[in-house]
């Protein structure tokens, strides 16, 4: 009877949402933390930015009157360069924060400035985003002048749009501080979103005296493990998704584009990374539920567990800076490969090679804990209790 599974699925999940406790946990606080982490950050980052020196080496024309305001920013430093490679070299050695290349305008006027950065010195990096604020200023002065002037439309308003690179690729980090924590916090909540039912699923039912009713039921026991899995699953799944809203919403109250930067490979990578999370820490919870005797000992084992997931969930962090993306260690480390493969597209750097890893080290673990949550189920110890 292939609808058991999603019968007993769907009466778990109808238990776990009306859980107050699952409600916060799983949904609510992800949200919220995201919402509050990018608006903390971009505050900061916007205060620091405005401070920060405008301090910049030039390449290409300057004829473009929205650069000809830009470089009467005040407190601005800015130096020539003959060609990018001189640029480049300045910005290696530390002797600018920023090199801006001005390419000739287009038949609107639109100049499409390129911004190489620093992502290993902080400094350059706020200094990119006061850039961007300067660009955005420089704007609006041109516009209001053209405007001033007889005869100009507002299509005709020449402006720059500014793209940034990270020349620092071995180091990894990325300009903004949320990137770093994006990824982190999913694969936490992946897990923690499902922390508050794991226990309840089987252990719970053993302390209720209702896992015999169940287990006398006329279906497979293979199907009640499948539903069980599956409800656990779509809790986790719903809670990781939840913090994607969290950036979604945090986007639309901080008005940056954050969101705007990624593209749909991107979003691809990310849903693939998060799936296979899903998979293993359910069925790894699923199994240490079947194997406690009470709810106390489900708790204690699941405590000991989140620290396994904790712990190269943390390391992601600084994996960046070491340069260590590309070693064969970290794609194969379970749970800091998927830290690292968010990362990199939340950077809107994908890498689907790093994502096959993810998969197959994922569903390998997941898959060994379901076969071993199923002998479990066929055997009759599963009913033991303390």
């Not at 909540?189 to 005296?209: I, T």
């Not at 799936?275 to 820490?281: E, G, I, K, N």
């Not at 005797?293 to 620290?307: D, E, P, V």
Request: proline share 4%; charged share 15%.
């Amino acid at each position: 009877m292939t609808w058991v599974p999603f019968l007993v699925a769907s009466k778990q999940l109808k238990e776990a949402f009306a859980d107050r406790r699952t409600l916060i946990g799983a949904f609510l606080m992800p949200v919220l933390l995201l919402i509050g982490f990018n608006l903390l950050f971009g505050s900061l980052e916007n205060r620091l930015a405005a401070r920060t020196k405008l301090e910049l080496t030039v390449v290409g024309s300057e004829q473009n009157p929205v650069i000809q305001q830009l470089l009467k920013q005040p407190d601005a430093r800015i130096e020539r360069a003959a060609d990018l490679q001189e640029a480049r070299r300045r910005l290696k050695d530390g002797q600018t924060l920023l090199v801006m290349e001005f390419p000739e305008a287009d038949a609107s006027g639109m100049v499409r400035a390129r911004v190489l950065f620093d992502g290993q010195r902080t400094t350059s990096a706020l200094a990119l985003a006061g850039l961007r604020q300067a660009v955005a200023r420089a704007n609006l002065q041109t516009r209001d002048l053209l405007l001033q002037q007889a005869g100009t439309q507002p299509d005709q308003i020449p402006s720059i749009e500014v793209s940034d690179e990270d020349v620092s690729k071995a180091s990894g980090v990325s300009a903004s501080p949320l990137l770093l924590l994006i990824p982190y916090l999913v694969v936490l909540w992946a897990f923690y979103g499902g922390l508050s039912q794991a226990a309840d699923h089987v252990a719970g039912e053993k302390e209720r005296r209702t896992l015999e009713t169940l287990l006398l039921a006329p279906v497979s026991r293979s199907s009640l493990v499948w539903g069980k899995l599956m409800s656990l699953g779509t809790i986790c799944l719903l809670s990781g998704v939840m913090s994607i809203v969290g950036l979604a919403l945090s986007n639309l109250f901080s008005g940056d584009g954050f969101l705007a930067r990624f593209s749909p490979a991107s979003i691809v990578s990310f849903l693939i990374v998060l799936t296979s999370l899903v998979l293993m820490y359910s069925g790894m919870m699923l199994a240490v539920s079947s194997m406690a005797r009470s709810m106390r000992q489900a708790q204690t084992y699941l405590s000991l567990i989140s620290f396994l997931v904790m712990m190269p969930a943390a390391m992601s962090q600084f994996i960046g800076i070491m340069g260590e993306e590309s070693s064969a260690w970290v794609r194969w480390t379970p749970v800091l490969n998927a830290a690292v493969s968010l990362g990199q597209a939340m950077k809107d750097r994908p890498d689907f090679g790093l994502d096959l890893q993810v998969i197959l080290v994922g569903a390998a673990i997941g898959a060994a804990c379901i076969a071993w949550t199923m002998w479990k189920w066929n055997d009759e110890s599963i009913l033991a209790r303390d």
